[in-house]
């Protein structure tokens, strides 16, 4: 082959892939990805884990999030959840106290472990989310 009909060919492949890549651009483009939200009190399946969120409160002391957790022996209940308010994400704290969900909270092996998560004060709540294995759930006062 000449050169001219081989420049010709690779000006031409490379219309076809940058027509195909627009093409797939305005395909993602309208793609519609809902997140659910649930209520307080309902019950979800995160990968292995059941996880509920029984009451969501602002004290004295911080944000507060009364959770229950079974399916998964040796979880760490505090581990993996987070708190949306005020614009920011928020990691829970880890101080150990009566009810409150530490780094020695674990999820028995038969029925379910049921303590309290504590972020920081805020104003406006959002969500309180839960994340495990690749998936989210958030539950929304």
Known sequence: MKTRTLLLLSVACGLVILVAGGLKLLQVAT??????VLSIGQTSRI???????????????????????????GAIAVT???????????EP?????????????????????VCTVRFTSVETIQAVAYTRAGEQRQWAP
């Open 31 to 36: 793609d519609r990805t809902e997140v659910q």
């Open 47 to 73: 990968g292995d884990m059941t996880v509920r969120v029984d009451a969501l409160d602002v004290g004295s002391e911080g944000t507060e999030a009364r959770i229950a957790m079974s399916g998964v022996p």
């Open 93 to 113: 704290f880890t101080t150990v106290g009566d009810g409150l969900c530490d780094a020695r909270t674990e999820v028995p092996e038969a029925g379910e472990v």
């Open 80 to 90: 993996g959840w987070r708190l949306l308010g005020d614009g920011e994400v928020v």
